[in-house]
């Protein structure tokens, strides 16, 4: 995120216990706040060809023809196929021009909520969402990773106790 100055250092903790490792979902408001204070909608709605509502998106920034549109994994890889489908269809079908998926690589996986959907999960599905016919527009994967570990630093708090979404 521009303006950060210092690095992002995570607590090095496994979060596969209850009460353990970090929460995405701070991480994750962090990231959202930055959007906003440059003009991204937070929780943007947008409508498949079929002008039926897919709910909502992290960001969305509106542009002179269609919109970008990015998600945040806070959830399973369950959640993490589910929007990568909808972001794939969204762009297959021009309602989009850009669509972006960020999740954590597997180094700082390991240390955040247990199952978080992670690039490793879904690198070999990568071929399936190549494969959808798509006339222009771009669909990328973004993977965030921590740039040091330390005990010094607080963990960073679950939003829900133990649960994926945390």
């Known amino acids: 995120m521009a303006g950060r100055q210092s690095p992002f250092t995570i607590y090095p903790q496994s979060g596969k216990k209850r009460g353990e490792g970090s929460g995405v979902r701070p991480i994750r408001n962090e990231f959202v706040k930055d959007l906003r204070a440059r003009g991204w909608i937070i929780e943007g709605k947008a409508k498949n060809a079929l002008n039926e509502a897919l709910g909502d998106f992290d960001a969305v920034l509106p542009g002179p023809e269609k919109p970008i549109v990015v998600e945040w994994e806070t959830g399973n890889v369950s959640s993490s196929h589910r929007s990568m489908n909808k972001l794939t269809m969204l762009v297959s079908c021009e309602v989009i021009s850009a669509g972006v998926l960020v999740v954590p690589s597997r180094k700082l996986y390991a240390y955040l909520t247990d199952r978080i959907g992670n690039i490793q999960e879904l690198t070999p599905y990568f071929a399936l969402w ?34 994926a979404r945390g």
Request: charged share 30%.
């Open 130 to 163: 190549k494969s959808v016919p798509c006339k222009s527009g771009v669909l990328e994967i973004v993977v965030i990773e921590q740039d040091a570990e330390s005990f010094d630093v607080p963990r960073i708090p679950k939003m829900t106790a133990g649960r």
